[in-house]
């Protein structure tokens, strides 16, 4: 029995890698693959896959016994990532190739059995935990290659074919970097605000939502624009920073739902889930370790559920954790993740069932109307600062009445931003949404006369404890987006203007 | 005699005469039967101390893979029972066995190559 060879690759936990060493011996028994370190069936495929690459890429296959042993050995590991890996501990072990490259070498990749390198998910997360844990090198397959050199201080590699990665492992040949990132346009062009017509209120509301990080909550008949208003608050919304991107590109890695070319976009995400999806779509789910849910997908960015009163009330009750919390913890079979989920949340809703392109049509009978906004929950509705009322449009051609477009707008939004910034930096909040309720009536407390408004509704008990902090909230972004340094009575008002129960 | 059978017959000729050559082992039995199935050879090994239970596998080339690779784990368990029946039947009450696994590689044509996996399981 020759002496264990050692090579290296990353498991996957929730958004997390886990370095894994890989030791191979040969020799002593009877001919057989043995796969220790608690592998799933996926994994125990993988000794096939292997045998016949590594044949398939000219390279003698030991018959002899070889044990592959995965460490950490208490971890569950899935999927087919190590095959890169599996093959060079083989071949290394017999002395086919030679450790030096190896060592220090972060190997991820499945194998097709002609020898190709396959793509794996997750390889962002992957490779941040081998910097963490030491790593200086990393071969990937080449389609994942503009992923893993997101990874500063690693040198990334893409193979083809696991003869290039055999190849350079014996120094015979060097195996290609990332090209320079592909920064030329950010993606798909944002749709522009100016394509609203009219909607006063629900455009002010969507540069409030904006600018505080606040959450929205729009009724009106179909056709008013909802859909349409709602896409475009990610045009609004300031560009993420690169330590928010890598964050949300990781997620989406793990999910499978990063692109080739460029995966690393600084466009708040906007996810749009339809109102059929389940509990485990919207949070995350799935069997073994849960994978991220449309919550995580919309970290730094938008979830709008439209239709909200179809949504399932236990569906929409869900969110409630995420949103105070702003990250999710799935518990499964092999462990428990957690998941980032601080996301801004966008509903829209019809008045009724029947929704006619004017209210005063509505044929519906009262307690029908009633009911059908009652499925949001009053503690849902509670986390929603603003409630707007969309108004039925009137005009027709855009020329005469249209609106601002979304560079001024956005304009606005960041100097509002910039301004939280500089208040709340020396505590850690981004945005006035994230600021607790505590501060607001300590600390930040405005004076009886601006507060006035608020105290008669919480007197009169038409506003909760937490609805008061979150129209401090509102008010605060109002003052913001005013230039203002602190907000006024105005400003209240217009905070509980939007609060208002009715539209909802 | 399939064409098999006399390949195995010719494999296990070699094996045991390898085994008595080499390792100075005394063959017990040959082709040992019971209801449950059959054990190659059964031998002692040099010492007279050890009762060495081989399973012989022989193969005309290596298209369908290599000869032990044929020893699955359900064999494994078989042979296990045999080696039990075996020493049953001959009234060993106690004695250390060992498993060992004799490939024989046999091409029609050029000359047999063996391999020989002491204690393989």
Known sequence: MGPPARVWS???HGVDGVPVEIETVVGGGIPGVHLVGLPDASLQEAKDRVRSAVVHSGRAWPNQRIVLALSPATLRKT????D???????????????????RGTALLGELALDGRLRPVRGVLPCLLAAREAGMVRAVVPRAVLAEAALVDGLDARGADRLTDVLEWAAGERELDRAGPPDTAGHGPAVPELSDVLGQDDARRALEIAAAGGHHLLMVGPPGTGKTMLAQRIVGLLPELDRSEALQLAAIRSVAGRLGDSAPLSVLAPFVAPHHSASIAALLGGGSGVARPGAVSLAHRGVLFLDECPHWPATALDSLRTPL??????????DGTVRYPARFQ?????????CAPPVDRDCRCRPDVRRRYLARLSGPLLDRVDLRVQMSPVTVLAAADERGEDTATVRARVLAARAAAVERWSADGWRCNAEVPGTVLRSRFLLPPAVLAALQARLDAGELSARGADRAMRVAWTLADLAGAARPG???VDAALYFRDRGAA | MAAKDELGRRGEDTAAEYLQREHGMVVLSRNWRCRAGELDIVATDRDRRL?????VKTRSGTRFGEPAEAVTAYKVRRIRGLAREWMAAHRL??????????AVLMPPRGPATLVHYPAAF
């Open chain 1, 10 to 12: 990353v498991a996957l």
């Open chain 1, 79 to 82: 999927g087919s990532r190590f």
């Open chain 1, 84 to 102: 890169v890996a599996l093959a060079c501990g083989v071949l290394a072990a017999t002395g086919a190739i030679p450790a030096d490259r190896l």
């Open chain 1, 324 to 333: 105070e919390e702003g990250e999710v913890r799935l518990s499964r079979a």
């Open chain 1, 345 to 353: 949340l966008v509903l829209a809703a019809n008045p009724c069932p």
């Open chain 1, 489 to 491: 009575p105005a400003d």
């Open chain 2, 51 to 55: 009762v060495v239970v081989c399973e």
């Open chain 2, 93 to 102: 009450p106690w004695a250390e066995v060992r498993f060992d696994v004799v």
